[in-house]
């Protein structure tokens, strides 16, 4: 690189971090785009993190609920926008399972996008209703074992982490039970409760308060430790079952081409924000385990995400959609 194409890059670098000109970013207001309904877990802690960085960055940070092909159409609206930190992706573990999950995706989850951080996970959990007779995680796998064929699992959905959480111990254990994907964590939780599917895989979050006023029973965690909020129910690893650790993240990113400087201050910023008291009491409230990692390392966690999730829907066998 000549002299002159490196003070080029240089000044380039310091009107993004606003250290020349007086140029400061953000200059005008950033979209957030979630690839969800409004509501949902990460809609809400999305909401929550635009609200603290408009208020230290003194510039609106605003949502845009763009949903639909499980979350396909908002990743693929963000892989077309422009690299320059004005639009920014609140992505959960759809952007991780969605490669291997579908035929053919509007993006490229490895190259259109840069990894700004792991703003936190929500563990997934297996869930029974009070009156089911196990009372463990390692009775429920003796009475699968007992029973082959007989008992039922709800899951919020094909190609969500609970449901392939379910496949992860399925396989992993040799068990024998009937998977029943349900319309999303709501229909899931509601069937629980009445006892009709009385036995669940579900990201924690949505159930904290039912487990809580003891209207669900929660057996175990995928974590690899217990949680501040739920911490009566044991990880599997407690029960001996290793290798299963699952959770549906939320996952903060940008663009190929943003600038460096301003993936650095994002991460920096929300990383200070998830991990305040008051944001991160509320974000363990939905369960979510407030994280903040650098670029570099979730980045890496992206990848082996990719991975893991693959091997997982080809063990499987779980068609494409």
Known sequence: MTTIMRAVALCAALLVSGSAFGQQYPAKPVKIVIPFPAGGVTDIAGRLIAQKLSEKLRQQFYIENVAGAGGNLGMANVARSAGDGYTVLFASSSIVVNPSLYNKLPFDAEKDFIPVTKAGGSPNSWLVNPNFPAKT???LIDLFKKEPGKHSVGSPGAGTTPSLSIEMLKHGLGLNFVTVPFAGGGPMTQSLLGGHVPIAAGAIGNSVALIKEGKIRALAVTAKKRLETTPDVPTLEEFGIKGQEAETMTG???????????VDQLQREISVIVNSPDVKARLL?????????TPAA??????????????????ANIPKI
């Open 252 to 262: 903060v990113f940008v663009p190929t081409g943003t600038p460096k400087p301003i």
């Open 298 to 315: 979730f980045a890496a966690y992206v990848k082996d995400e990719i991975t893991k999730w693959k091997r997982v829907i080809e063990i």
């Open 137 to 139: 995680m390692k009775e």
């Open 285 to 293: 409230e939905l369960g979510i385990v407030p994280e903040g990692d």
